[in-house]
């Protein structure tokens, strides 16, 4: 038997830890800790998505105005745009979409409105359309109402942690890396995507903390996760109970 007793790791390195806990440190600073406590943590059910979800543009608006509702935003100042990514899709022909360059999942910008725009392929994965709604909102909360400029060298990231500062993080931490199956000709296979700016460690460390400062040694809502986010945030909040950070005399 060991000499001495197992000491929690944490999922993520030491950088990593300070700038998650100095960024949700900042953002109850903006919004106030009152909404870290009381926010709610958003699962994929019918209970916080009761609407029949088809794809459709309707139905992408009814879940941006559910995620909307979540994040405190006026779903009045947001206009929803799809678009496709390439000029080749044939739904963006059919719909008369956007197109716009490979690789994004979602865009905000501000014309006459706030605009939010949400990439076609994620009309057929609802729980990474989640994630991106709830992405693109971060932007309506964080650049929208003056809390950043766009210019920090984080400011993605932050969008991302934002996500779990408001309650959707199960979403955008399931989200990160996911394996899907295709079928193409006759062949079959597998192939690995990603979605945002912080890995599932990082997720899982975050989502860890925002649990423990509100108080949840062992929340339910962690039956949601994917194996992986959530066996990394179990492992967060295992450290942090062993090592609670200073931030903590401030924020509980």
């Not at 360059?101 to 990439?119: F, L, P, T």
């Not at 969008?159 to 989200?175: H, P």
Request: glycine share 8%; hydrophobic share 40%; proline share 6%.
């Amino acid at each position: 038997m060991p000499l001495w007793p197992f000491r929690p790791k944490c999922p993520i390195d030491a950088q990593s830890q300070a700038w998650v806990d100095g960024r949700m440190k900042w953002l109850a600073g903006q919004f106030g800790m009152e909404t870290w406590r009381n926010a709610r943590a958003i699962e994929p059910t019918e209970k916080f998505f009761p609407d029949q979800f088809d794809g459709s543009e309707r139905a992408v608006r009814l879940m941006l105005e559910r995620v909307c509702g979540f994040m405190r935003v006026d779903p009045n100042r947001v206009i929803l745009r799809l678009y496709s990514e390439g000029p080749d899709s044939s739904l963006a022909r059919k719909l008369h979409l956007e197109t716009a360059g490979k690789g994004s999942a979602g865009h905000y910008r501000v014309e006459e409105k706030e605009i939010v725009g949400i990439e076609t392929s994620k009309l057929n994965d609802p729980m990474a359309l989640v994630a991106t709604i709830a992405h693109e909102l971060a932007h309506v909360r964080l650049l929208g109402e003056g809390h950043l400029t766009g210019q920090e060298d984080d400011h993605e990231p932050l969008t991302d942690l934002a996500t779990v500062f408001f309650g959707l993080g199960i979403f955008n931490a399931n989200s990160t890396f996911r394996f899907n199956q295709w079928a193409q000709a006759g062949w079959h296979g597998w192939k690995a995507t990603t979605l945002g700016y912080l890995n599932e460690q990082m997720f899982g460390y975050a989502l860890g903390l925002w649990a423990k400062v509100r108080g949840e040694d062992d929340p339910a809502w962690t039956t949601h996760l994917r194996l992986n986010p959530r066996t990394y945030m179990k492992r967060a909040m295992g450290y942090l109970k062993a090592n609670p950070p200073a931030m903590f005399q401030v924020l509980i």
